[in-house]
């Protein structure tokens, strides 16, 4: 018997994969449908020696992991979407201070309370504009529990590299579903480590000056060097700044540091795209009713393909243009009103051939509702 393989639901994949690349710090509270991962975690994570605390509130959960992710610790909190709603102040200050720390947010039916057992993929346009102003982040997805674990790993791995918060953009489904998963060995997959700064104590540290690679050394917070931090602008000390020069050059790091890295952060799937004719775009668990819609069909000899998006923000809007080059029509297929939908328009030339096929009655999207739609897109020649 095999030990590594295992059948589980996709949170407890995500708790195992947080634990594969290093977590020692969770700070939640509970919501449906995330409360597997405070649950688990909760028994896991003191067994090696980490940290687990319930917090009041969602916003002091943000806030917790911040603090102790600036001490050193990989850290990460998750949610649904009304505490989604509830860290985005909180959000904000880890973009503007660049503090590693990851996000789940398994999503429900919205807004408001919405639908809190039911699955929507509502909360994508708010992890890219839920906190105010100019920013840029990472936003992951998965549809099977195997990369669920791989995309948390990834989310681990960015929030190191570029200093910043990833969002793990879950849903219900994939969230409460159990199918077989297979455990990677550790050092299967590569984890990226905090990059600590090599200047000694008493000698002039600057914790927001970048390495000509781009990456910033940390040193951990209360420990030899002593340096501010603040949600204001700031300068290469951490002081705050109203300089337009500081100000101007602080929102060009924040952004550039990830869209011109979006070909390192893009993870996505594809299937059968060397001759689709009918190109459907899709990610977390409606992905998994794309594809079975693109198998079924192309056993008939109709042209279908998918590409399943894994990083939705940055938005991959080259890879969207090159994939989608030679389709005559090209299908999101999501569980919301179309937030993905529209940056698709924006990358497909021309946008005429973008059209959507959704869900937005906290019911799973199946194959039926999407070969619906394909009927009527190609019954009126659209």
């Given at each position: 018997?095999?030990k590594?393989?295992?059948?589980?639901?996709?949170?407890?994949?995500?708790v195992?994969?947080?634990?594969?690349?290093?977590?020692?710090?969770?700070?939640?509270?509970?919501?449906?449908?995330?409360?597997?991962?405070?649950?688990?975690?909760?028994?896991?994570?003191?067994?090696?020696?980490?940290k687990?605390?319930?917090?009041?509130?969602?916003?002091?959960?943000?806030?917790?992991?911040?603090?102790?992710?600036?001490?050193?610790?990989?850290?990460?909190?998750?949610?649904?979407?009304?505490?989604?709603?509830?860290m985005?102040?909180?959000?904000?200050?880890?973009?503007?201070?660049?503090?590693?720390?990851?996000?789940?947010?398994?999503?429900?039916?919205?807004?408001?309370?919405?639908?809190?057992?039911?699955?929507?993929?509502?909360?994508?346009?708010?992890?890219?504009?839920?906190?105010?102003?100019?920013?840029?982040?990472?936003?992951?997805?998965?549809?099977?529990?195997?990369?669920?674990?791989?995309?948390?790993?990834?989310?681990?791995?960015?929030?190191e590299?570029?200093?910043?918060?990833?969002?793990?953009l879950?849903?219900e489904?994939?969230?409460?579903?159990?199918?077989?998963?297979?455990?990677?060995?550790?050092?299967?997959l590569?984890?990226?480590?905090?990059?600590?700064?090599?200047v000694?104590?008493?000698?002039?540290?600057?914790?927001?000056?970048?390495r000509?690679?781009?990456?910033?050394?940390?040193?951990?917070?209360?420990?030899?060097?002593?340096?501010?931090?603040?949600?204001?602008?700031?300068?290469?000390?951490?002081?705050?700044?109203?300089?337009?020069?500081?100000?101007h050059?602080l929102?060009?790091?924040?952004?550039?540091?990830?869209?011109?890295?979006?070909h390192?952060?893009?993870r996505?799937?594809?299937?059968y795209?060397?001759?689709?004719?009918?190109?459907?775009?899709?990610?977390?668990s409606?992905a998994?009713?794309?594809?079975?819609?693109?198998?079924?069909?192309?056993k008939?000899?109709?042209?279908?393909?998918?590409?399943e998006?894994?990083?939705?923000?940055?938005?991959p809007?080259?890879?969207v243009?090159?994939?989608?080059?030679?389709?005559?029509?090209?299908?999101?297929?999501?569980?919301?009103?179309?937030?993905?939908?529209?940056?698709?328009?924006?990358?497909?030339?021309?946008?005429?051939?973008?059209f959507?096929?959704?869900?937005?009655?906290?019911?799973?999207?199946?194959?039926?509702?999407?070969?619906?739609?394909?009927?009527?897109?190609?019954?009126?020649?659209?």
């Amino acid at each position: 018997m095999n030990k590594n393989i295992k059948f589980i639901q996709g949170n407890e994949a995500c708790v195992e994969a947080a634990l594969y690349a290093g977590l020692d710090f969770f700070a939640g509270y509970p919501i449906t449908p995330s409360t597997e991962v405070a649950e688990h975690l909760s028994s896991r994570l003191p067994q090696i020696g980490g940290k687990f605390i319930q917090m009041e509130d969602e916003i002091a959960s943000m806030c917790a992991i911040i603090g102790a992710s600036l001490t050193g610790h990989k850290v990460m909190t998750a949610t649904s979407g009304p505490g989604f709603s509830l860290m985005q102040e909180a959000l904000g200050y880890a973009i503007m201070t660049e503090i590693p720390c990851v996000i789940v947010n398994v999503q429900r039916g919205g807004p408001s309370t919405g639908l809190p057992t039911s699955v929507g993929q509502g909360d994508v346009g708010q992890a890219l504009w839920g906190t105010h102003g100019d920013h840029a982040i990472i936003a992951l997805t998965a549809s099977n529990h195997q990369d669920v674990f791989d995309i948390t790993v990834h989310a681990f791995n960015m929030a190191e590299t570029y200093r910043t918060p990833v969002v793990l953009l879950f849903d219900e489904v994939v969230g409460h579903m159990r199918e077989r998963f297979f455990m990677p060995e550790p050092g299967e997959l590569p984890l990226v480590e905090r990059l600590r700064t090599s200047v000694k104590g008493g000698v002039d540290y600057h914790p927001y000056l970048p390495r000509e690679d781009g990456r910033l050394p940390m040193s951990d917070f209360g420990a030899e060097h002593r340096y501010n931090v603040t949600g204001l602008f700031h300068d290469m000390w951490g002081f705050p700044s109203n300089n337009p020069g500081v100000v101007h050059g602080l929102i060009r790091h924040l952004m550039d540091k990830i869209n011109n890295n979006v070909h390192q952060i893009t993870r996505f799937k594809e299937y059968y795209l060397e001759d689709a004719r009918t190109v459907l775009i899709s990610y977390g668990s409606a992905a998994r009713s794309a594809l079975h819609v693109v198998e079924n069909r192309r056993k008939r000899g109709e042209r279908l393909g998918l590409l399943e998006l894994q990083s939705l923000w940055p938005f991959p809007f080259g890879l969207v243009r090159k994939k989608c080059a030679d389709a005559r029509y090209v299908v999101v297929v999501e569980m919301n009103m179309g937030q993905i939908l529209q940056p698709v328009r924006m990358a497909v030339d021309p946008p005429e051939k973008v059209f959507l096929a959704n869900r937005i009655d906290g019911v799973f999207i199946n194959p039926t509702d999407i070969r619906n739609i394909l009927r009527l897109i190609q019954g009126k020649g659209m």
